[in-house]
Structure formats: structure tokens, C-alpha cells
């Protein structure tokens, strides 16, 4: 009985060893896979012929470890083999790594039994006619490498098994097929698992023998006899035939002319025709499109058309391409193209193609780390406008001829404005050497005549870490860091970092809630008092603050630089300016007609405002008299228009207004000045004194200067008085009006009410 069964196991194994034989023959991307599943099916059937004929206990045993561990091992390439015959990914369905670490340890848990005899241990049995077997006297530890199997080979089933269902009709049979001869097998494991004889053994013959006809000759042979009645023999264009898993099935000759494996025509990115191909059938499906490849120096551009073959349910069970030759005809559109996508003076990209073609990198590339870099030329109009425009051009076209030359790493590049060039590049390309190093005749080279003007660059850095961002974002947050430096000779690059960014979203954050905080009274008028030495009252000064309903109390620092850069600051001070008539008008009724309120009159106000007709509007409005709404005017507001804004505040003292000018000494105020400027009080800032090298030369030109005021009838009031040294030294020199934290912090209306009233 032995001997017959070892032979039919001999026979099994030559069988599978032929079909191992022609599967290294085929020239498909499923072979390794198919190879491989018919090798442990090989395995199997060697470990079990030892177990069949062996009289020596331990050898059994082995070969039983090594047969359960092959099994698992089998099934894994069964799952592979069903997943990839079905046209799909294993990698997408399986984690791959998890898995083998999984069969790894099962495989060591199963070898293992040979030492500990954990999973089963070996029973003589006589059968037949009084021949010794071995039968498996299985523990519960040997179900938990069972289960691993019956689970992957479940898996196997049912990706088989949905094949079988979702497949057009022509397919239905191979997947079938193997499910079935399959689940055959797994039956009769189970029930023979733990017998002398496993009768399941031969099952693996049988479906050795189907996976290679099913894969390898019947439905690729089948295929190409339905495609073929309907591809014409003789066309003169390119067509191969593919399967509905994307391998090639048939091709004429000009196709094979154009498909040699071993120098294929390939794109732009490496990728050879025939891949191209069998991945766009695989993803888009039907589909008619223009591509350029190459193989050395011949390039070809064709326009290649898919066309499916589908069964009578509309499903598609092959397909064929049609590849013709258009190189002429594209190269004369490429000509145009480049009209329409590149800058004509520099020969780089456009603005509008340079973002198009950035994007198009950054989603080719996801696990590369990119930069988007612009350079912009400091000045530039001086060059053309005092050397002339053609000077201009040579400074830009060397500008550009640097970036496409010298600035290695950068994948694309382009100029998006009249001086402004921008590149994306690789983050480890980046040198900051290259830029900082630039000298002026870098910028003017094969220029005759030269200039006397230096040709500065400066840089700003975008690191791309939202990809989602549109490309033109990322060049407006590098041209953003370069305005930072804008100003600055000596520093080149500047990085769009966190901090900007953080301070962008903020200065959005209060423009947004800006509209909100003024009708809903978030914008509250705070007031410092202005005294005496000894701390009597005068008046006070109109302050702003935001009482956010989400950030709480957000100080002037943070809100009024954001609202003076884009125009908002107006409406802030419309706002407090009646806040602070409204007040006034309050105190009046009340008998306070001896307490003023100083309001601010930001350099914005006079483009945005008509400050003399607002201001006579607000006291008409609360009947109140103008001198107890003084006006506070920076010195900088002044100088920007000297003799308009001395009209404007002559007009306004006429009709009772006191005009104050904020910040004497801050900024371009001269004794030439002083002379000329009709305002009622100077307000000096204590940082005038803070900000000196020398603070006793300081304190004697303040010293002059408020003498001097005195003599010309301007009172001055000193603000950011924090210390009695401060309070004494201002005394002394003839200072009478003080304000600032030593005296009182600004406080809200309430407060200064319950203190001062």
C-alpha cells in the first residue's frame, strides 16, 4: 500500500515540477507568484511522501512541521496569486509587512513542536493490511496555526469567488475554477487533517494544473482569438491587444517596433511605453491622448487611443491600442505653446505656467520636501528709468540666465512679474551662498556700457508645507518675507516663517471680527488722564482697547499697526472720536465742562476722511464746545504735507479747537520746524530721552526744547512718565503737564468716573 501511494505522490510531484518548468517560460508579471505557489505545492507533496514512507518517528515529525509549515506559506501566495489574478494590487487589500511577520512567527511556532511536541505529537497506527502509519494526535495550540490558514485561505476564496461574480461572462470560468478545486482541497484538509493518509494532497495537482492553464494558456489563447476579429491586419498605424488585466496579448509590427523590451521608447519620466500603456488601461480605461517619448536621441510623439472590448453586459474583457505618429504635427504646436506658456524677454516660464507646471510637480513628488523661492531686484525702476530700458532687459535677461545656469536643484522656474523671478526647487537643494554672493557684474555681463547703481537681489523662502495651497499663494508668502527686508542692503533672504504666517492669520483673524467688534461694542474707549505735578486733574486722553469675545482684552499693539496697513484704522477713530463727544457731552449735563478729552488723529485719517468737516460735525452733534475735544496730530502725518495740514489745523483752531502735536522729537521735527508749526501743545514722549546714547546730552536738548516752546506760548505735556526721576527732572526744566503709568494707567470709563468724578 505504501508503495502505491508513494508512487502516486512521486507522480504528483513530476507533474507539478513540469508545470514549474513551463511556468518559468512565460513572460507575464504573474509568474513569480504562480512559480512560487507551484514550488510549496511541490514541498507539500515531497514532505508528505515522507511522512508516507518513513519508519523513523522524528524524521515524520519533521516532515509533518515542515508540511504545515509550507501549508501556510502556500496559501499566502494562494492569497497573492487570487488578488493579482483578479487585477488587483496585493499591497492594497494586505499589509504586507504585518502578514509575513504573522507567517514568521507561525512557522517558527510550528517548527518549534519539535522540541516541545506544543501543537502534536505522533501515534503509531497499522492499516492496510498490517503497515505501519503515523497518525497526528493534535492539541489545542495546533487550531491556532489552523485558523491562520483557514483565514487566508478563506480570503483567497472570496476574492476568487467575487472575481467569479463581477467578471464579465469570459472570465467567470477561470476564477471559478481554481475557487472551486479550491474549497475541494480545503474540505478534504480538514476532514483528513489528523489521518495517516491526507488524501487532500493530491487536490494540489489538480489546481497546479489549473492555475497554469487558467493564467497561462486558456484565457490568454482565448482572448486573442475574440480581440483579433476586430483588429484589421494590415493598418499601417500601431495596435497591440491587452487582457483585462493589462498584459499584452498581441501586437503588429509597427508596435513591436516601438514595444522592444530591451530599449523601449520611454517618457519624461523613465517610464517605458508598454508600462504606460498597461497602466493608464488598467486606471482610466478608454481614453484618447497626446505623449511624447524617446530612446536616445529619437523622439516620438504620438496620439494614443484606447479602445475596450466589452461582453454583451457591457463589461470589459480586453482592449487594444492605436498608437499613431504625430511628431511634425506636435512640434509645430509646441512651437506656439511656447509662445503662450514662456516669458518672451527671458525664455523662462510665465506666471500663469509656472504655477500650473509647480503644481503639476508637487503632486508628482508628495514625499519630496519643496521650496517656492522669488527674487526681486531692489530698485529696479531707477535702472530703467535712469539708464533705459534696454539696460533694464540686459539686467533681466542675466537675471534669468543665473536662475536656468547656475541655480542647480531648480525644477521649474519662471518670472512673475516685471523684476520678480520665482523658482520651486528641492529643499536639499537649496544654498543660500548662491544668492548672497551675487556681485553687480554677475548682473551685467556682456553689457558695454556699465552702471553706477548696484544691482541688489533680494530672496524670500516659502518652505511648501501645505500642498493644498494654490502655487500663487506660495509666491505671495515669499515676496511677503522679502518685503521684511525690503529696506535692508546688507540682508539678502528672508524666510516665510511660523511667525509671519502666525501673524498673517492674526491680522486676518481681527479683520474679520472687525465688523462684528464695532457693532457690538467689543471697541471700548479707555482714558489716561493727563495732571498736574501734584496729580490734579486736567484732562484726559482717549485711548482704544478690544475686549474680544474669544481672546479677552487684546491691547493696541497687537490690532492697530494691522488696521493702519489696510485703512481700517479711519473707522477705529470715527468710532472712538464720537465715543468720546458722546462722553463729554455726559460730563456737561452733569456740570463738568472743566475736564477735555485728546483724541488721536492717525496719519490715515486725512486720505481716508474729512477731518475738518467730521470734527465740526461731532461737536454740532453733542453741542458740545470744540476746545474740550482737543486733537492730537503726529508729527509724521505733518511732515507728509506740511502746508496742507498747517491749513487744516489753522482752520481748526479758528473755530476753537486745541491742536496738539503728538510725539515731538520722534521723528523729523527741527528747530526750522518748530518755527513754522502753529499747534497750541507739544507732547513729547519720555522714549525720546530712553533711546539716547547719551542721555545727558538728551536732557539738555529736551531741556532747550521746552523752553523754548514755552517762549513761542506751546505748553508742553511729556507722556510715558513711569518714575518720580523722571517726574523731578521735568519739573525742573518747566514741564507743567504730565501723563503716563506714574501718574495713572488707562483705565475704562467707569473707573476713571469713580476715581476723578
Not at 40 to 54: H, P
Not at 352 to 361: G, K, L, S
Not at 461 to 477: A, G, H, K, Q, W
Request: hydrophobic share 40%; net charge negative; aromatic share 12%.
Amino acid at each position: 500500500m505504501k508503495i502505491l501511494l508513494g508512487s502516486i505522490l512521486t507522480l504528483a510531484m513530476i507533474i507539478i515540477g513540469i508545470y514549474i518548468y513551463k511556468t518559468q517560460k512565460e513572460k507575464h508579471s504573474m509568474v513569480r507568484t504562480v512559480g512560487r505557489t507551484l514550488v510549496i505545492g511541490l514541498f507539500i507533496v515531497l514532505c508528505n511522501l515522507v511522512t508516507l514512507l518513513t519508519r523513523y518517528e522524528w524524521v515524520c515529525l519533521a516532515a509533518y512541521s515542515l508540511y504545515f509549515v509550507a501549508s501556510c506559506w502556500l496559501v499566502y501566495y494562494l492569497l497573492r496569486f487570487s488578488l493579482e489574478y483578479i487585477g488587483r494590487r496585493f499591497e492594497d487589500y494586505v499589509k504586507r509587512k504585518l502578514m509575513l511577520l504573522l507567517l514568521f512567527a507561525d512557522s517558527l511556532f510550528v517548527i518549534l513542536n519539535n522540541v516541545f511536541g506544543h501543537m502534536f505529537r505522533l501515534k503509531s497506527v497499522v492499516l492496510f493490511g498490517g503497515e505501519q502509519f503515523y497518525e497526528l494526535e493534535i492539541t489545542w495550540c495546533f487550531y491556532i496555526h489552523y485558523a491562520i490558514v483557514l483565514c487566508l485561505v478563506v480570503f483567497s476564496l472570496i476574492t476568487l469567488f467575487y472575481g467569479s461574480f463581477t467578471a464579465p461572462t469570459f472570465y467567470r470560468k477561470k476564477y471559478l475554477t481554481i475557487a472551486i478545486i479550491t474549497t475541494a482541497i480545503t474540505i478534504l484538509n480538514i476532514i483528513t487533517v489528523s489521518s495517516a493518509i491526507d488524501v487532500s494532497v493530491a487536490g494540489y495537482v489538480v489546481e497546479a494544473i489549473s492555475i497554469y492553464y487558467c493564467a497561462f494558456v486558456y484565457t490568454p489563447q482565448k482572448l486573442l482569438q475574440s480581440t483579433l476579429l476586430q483588429v484589421t491586419q494590415d493598418m499601417s498605424i500601431a495596435v497591440f491587444v491587452l487582457d483585462a488585466e493589462g498584459r499584452r496579448l498581441y501586437s503588429n509590427g509597427f508596435a513591436e517596433s516601438l514595444l522592444v523590451e530591451e530599449n523601449p521608447y520611454v517618457n519624461a519620466e523613465g517610464e517605458p511605453l508598454e508600462k504606460w500603456c498597461s497602466r493608464k488601461y488598467r486606471e482610466v480605461g478608454e481614453f484618447c491622448e497626446e505623449q511624447a517619448f524617446s530612446r536616445g536621441e529619437d523622439e516620438v510623439d504620438l496620439r494614443i487611443q484606447l479602445q475596450q472590448i466589452r461582453d454583451k453586459n457591457n463589461q470589459a474583457q480586453g482592449g487594444y491600442f492605436v498608437l499613431q505618429d504625430r511628431t511634425q504635427e506636435i512640434k509645430d504646436l509646441k512651437q506656439e505653446q511656447y509662445k503662450a506658456t514662456h516669458d518672451s524677454l527671458t525664455g523662462l516660464y510665465n506666471k500663469d505656467y509656472f504655477c500650473e507646471e509647480a503644481r503639476r510637480y508637487l503632486d508628482k513628488y508628495p514625499e519630496l520636501e519643496f521650496l517656492v523661492i522669488c527674487t526681486d531686484i531692489k530698485e529696479f525702476k531707477i535702472i530703467n528709468d535712469s539708464f533705459g530700458m534696454p539696460m533694464g532687459d540686459a539686467v533681466l535677461k542675466n537675471a534669468a540666465r543665473l536662475i536656468k545656469e547656475e541655480v542647480n536643484g531648480a525644477v521649474v522656474t519662471g518670472r512673475i512679474g516685471s523684476d520678480v523671478f520665482a523658482m520651486l526647487m528641492p529643499k536639499k537643494n537649496f544654498k543660500e551662498e548662491f544668492f548672497t554672493e551675487l556681485k553687480n557684474e554677475d548682473f551685467l555681463r556682456g553689457v558695454e556700457k556699465s552702471i553706477a547703481f548696484p544691482v541688489v537681489t533680494h530672496v524670500g523662502v516659502f518652505e511648501v508645507l501645505e500642498r493644498d495651497l494654490p502655487v500663487s499663494v506660495m509666491c505671495d508668502r515669499a515676496r511677503m518675507a522679502i518685503h521684511t527686508i525690503k529696506d535692508d542692503y546688507h540682508k539678502r533672504i528672508a524666510y516665510y516663517d511660523e511667525k509671519l504666517r502666525e501673524g498673517i492669520l492674526k491680522e486676518q483673524e481681527f479683520v474679520r471680527d472687525f465688523d462684528q467688534a464695532l457693532q457690538t461694542g467689543q471697541i471700548k474707549m479707555f482714558l489716561q488722564p493727563q495732571t498736574t505735578v501734584d496729580g490734579t486733574l486736567l484732562g484726559t486722553e482717549a485711548l482704544v482697547r478690544w475686549e474680544h469675545l474669544e481672546k479677552g482684552w487684546i491691547g493696541p499693539g497687537e490690532f492697530i499697526p494691522v488696521f493702519e496697513k489696510n485703512g481700517l484704522i479711519s473707522d477705529i477713530d470715527r468710532y472712538i472720536w464720537e465715543q468720546a463727544c458722546k462722553q463729554l457731552k455726559t460730563w456737561k449735563e452733569q456740570g463738568r465742562e472743566d475736564i477735555y478729552i485728546s483724541v488721536n488723529i492717525s496719519p490715515r485719517d486725512f486720505y481716508f476722511l474729512n477731518v475738518y468737516q467730521t470734527f465740526m460735525e461731532l461737536v454740532e452733534k453733542y453741542e458740545i464746545a470744540p476746545k474740550n475735544l482737543k486733537l492730537e496730530i503726529t508729527e509724521t502725518a505733518i511732515v507728509m504735507d506740511f502746508n496742507r495740514q498747517m491749513e487744516l489745523i489753522t482752520r481748526l483752531r479758528r473755530n476753537g479747537f486745541v491742536v496738539e502735536m503728538d510725539d515731538f522729537g520722534s521723528g523729523y521735527s527741527s528747530l526750522n520746524m518748530l518755527k513754522d508749526l502753529h499747534v497750541d501743545i507739544l507732547k513729547i514722549d519720555m522714549a525720546f530721552l530712553n533711546k539716547a546714547k547719551d542721555e545727558e546730552r538728551s536732557k539738555k536738548i529736551l531741556q532747550m526744547v521746552i523752553g523754548l516752546s514755552k517762549q513761542l506760548g506751546m505748553p508742553v505735556i511729556t507722556e510715558g512718565v513711569e518714575n518720580e526721576e523722571q517726574v523731578s527732572f521735568l519739573s525742573e526744566i518747566g514741564c507743567e503737564m504730565f501723563q503716563g503709568y506714574y501718574f495713572a494707567k488707562p483705565m475704562s470709563l467707569e473707573e476713571f468716573e469713580r476715581i476723578y468724578m
